[in-house]
């Protein structure tokens, strides 16, 4: 649902409603405006068929300039485009609202207001409810867990890494099934520091180990060959930036899951991580985001997979 990590402390608002088309437009071009440490944007489907537009400010935009942005995508109707400042009791409320448990075979994604979901057999994974993008509600980050499930009912993998770990989600949740080491890394130190965070809070803080670096630049994920189960969920320019040194470390037989994507970045990620001699296993779309599943050799393409 949102893109981008939340602001600890939003001040301010977008909102606007209109048709599915329009809303993922916008949704994508103020995620990539916008610096997703100080902002999340957010499409939601309304009960009327509608849909929901919200964007979350860690410092009062720009009206004008927001507007102005936005008539590339709806035109005039960028003048019914509301922003309002928001107190933090209201956004603490307004980030329990409707985040429900997420499901994946035995993952069970939740917030600290449903522990009482959790069921005998489920690895549970609590995170922050503040903590929108990255608590599996997303598509790209629940179409990852899908397939870290399917991953997981053909094997058990060894050397397991996340490329853009975010929350760390990915990363727990590898952790927690496996019970044993994973690295995880991120550009960003704020994201590494949630990550961590988040480990402690669900245990798994000693199975997890944590860099701050672009990609793989780091001696903890820079090893050729080395992982045999890789997770980049992060966006399509990177993704493709990053395709030599992602199928660098990945091993001979590993197995590389990406997301971040929506259906127009497809073809230029996979033609790029073609180029490293990795082919796609399997795609499932979800809530409009594409995730790829990539072995090495000569695997056909299968049918698209709709969530």
């Known amino acids: 649902m949102y893109e981008g990590l939340l602001p600890p402390n939003p001040t301010h608002v977008l909102r606007f409603d209109t048709d599915e088309n329009a809303a993922r437009a916008m949704t994508d071009l103020l995620g990539e405006v916008f610096d997703p440490t100080e902002s999340a944007v957010a499409a939601f489907e309304t009960d009327?068929?509608?849909?929901?537009?919200?964007?979350?400010f860690a410092h009062q935009p720009d009206e004008e300039g927001v507007r102005d942005l936005l008539r590339l995508v709806i035109g005039e109707?960028?003048?019914e485009v509301t922003f309002s400042a928001i107190a933090q009791k209201d956004w603490v409320k307004a980030s329990l609202d409707g985040l429900k448990p997420?499901?994946?075979?035995?993952f069970l994604v939740h917030g600290s207001h449903d522990r009482h979901?959790?069921?005998?057999?489920?690895?549970?994974?609590e995170i922050d409810a503040a903590l929108a993008f990255g608590t599996g509600h997303h598509g790209t980050t629940h179409g990852c867990l899908l397939a870290l499930v399917e991953e997981l009912n053909c094997r058990r993998p060894q050397q397991v890494l996340d490329v853009g770990t975010g929350t760390g989600i990915l990363a727990l949740a590898a952790a927690?099934?496996?019970r044993h080491t994973v690295i995880a890394g991120d550009i960003d130190p704020v994201a590494v520091k949630v990550a961590r965070d988040n480990a402690r809070l669900n245990g798994a803080g000693n199975h997890i180990r944590y860099y701050a670096a672009p990609g793989v630049r780091h001696g903890l994920a820079d090893r050729t060959h080395r992982f045999d189960l890789v997770f980049a969920n992060i966006l399509a320019k990177p993704l493709r930036q990053l395709a030599p040194a992602i199928s660098r470390v990945l091993s001979s037989s590993g197995t590389l899951i990406l997301s971040g994507l929506l259906s127009r970045d497809?073809?230029?990620?996979?033609?790029?991580?073609?180029?490293?001699g990795l082919r796609l296993k399997k795609r499932t779309d979800r809530e409009g985001w594409a995730t790829l599943?990539?072995?090495?050799?000569?695997?056909?393409?299968?049918?698209?997979?709709q969530i």
């Not at 009327?48 to 979350?56: K, T």
């Not at 997420?102 to 035995?106: C, H, M, Q, T, Y």
């Open 176 to 178: 927690r099934a496996l």
């Open 266 to 276: 497809v073809p230029g990620v996979l033609s790029a991580y073609a180029a490293q």
């Open 117 to 125: 979901t959790v069921k005998t057999n489920d690895i549970a994974i």
């Open 102 to 106: 997420v499901r994946a075979g035995r």
């Open 293 to 305: 599943v990539l072995k090495r050799g000569g695997f056909a393409p299968r049918p698209v997979t």
């Open 77 to 79: 109707r960028a003048d």
């Open 48 to 56: 009327d068929g509608l849909w929901h537009v919200e964007a979350y």
